[in-house]
């Protein structure tokens, strides 16, 4: 969530790096934390109202190796974010889209991103299941803002590898700031839900399949598929100069958490970004 906060005569402090942490939830993990951050950059809104704002930066995330693993990995990012008169366009790690309505809180719009696959080399366990293909998504993105509070959600459907399916993210959000102007602490709680063609295709298991990697054939529905908490601060350090700290966690549900692909439920993120803003 990136929020406003007023620093006394000054400009309002809109911490547009927090793209950092976005950028680090697409490469965490490759459909949960993604459609998370998506959510996140839609409603960024961190550009001035006089016209365009730019952020450029980096960090290191640890994540899981796929979802449903239970082993971590350390990656390094990076991260480039770029909006249009308080968000009205914005591109970022997520994609791109355009808010077509803004009207007494509600804010709402198509969108255009980018679905991570999978690869069967990513975690041994993954052997024989063969590869999940990235693809080009579309679908729509609506918020509404209520003070601290804010609700948001989107769905997307995989475009050019439809098998992919469509995937869906509501999460409520909060932001405090502990320091006026200078820490920002948001929270939010989230529950994703996916078509079965998306969990077929990385949570089902074939029958050919079956044979390549020794794991019982599986076949998943569409639903609920998680529920998670996420966390951050973002620390000004001057006009330009922003860090944020991140962290949060994720359980698998139903179908997909039942899958003999998943190994562990439960995934964890962690990480720490730094970005500088035009």
Partial sequence: MISTISVGGTRPFRPAWAALGLAAACAAWPAAAQEQSQVQLEQAGGGRADGWSVMLGGG???RPKYDGADAYALRAFPAIS????????????????VTALDWHGLRAGPVLGFQYGRKEDDD????????IQPSLTAGLFASYAMGAFSLRG???????????????????????????????????VQTAFA?????????GVSPEQSLQSGLPAYTPGGGIKDVGFNASLDYRLSRHW???????VTQLLGDDGNSPVVLNKTQGLVGLGVGYRF
Avoid: C, E
């Avoid at 041994?124 to 590869?131: A, M, P, R, S, V």
């Avoid at 922003?242 to 949060?248: V, Y």
């Fill in 154 to 188: 989107t769905v997307r459907q995989a475009l050019t590898h439809q098998a992919n399916g469509l995937y869906g993210n509501v999460s409520l959000n909060w932001a405090h700031p502990l320091i006026p102007g200078r820490l920002l602490f948001t929270a939010s």
């Fill in 60 to 62: 290191g995330v640890l």
């Fill in 195 to 203: 078509s079965g063609s998306y969990d077929r295709t990385y949570f």
């Fill in 124 to 131: 041994i366990h993954l052997k024989g299941l063969g590869d």
């Fill in 82 to 97: 770029v909006s249009y008169d308080k968000g009205l366009f914005f591109a970022g790690p997520a994609g791109i889209g």
């Fill in 242 to 248: 922003g860090l944020r700290g991140f962290a949060g």
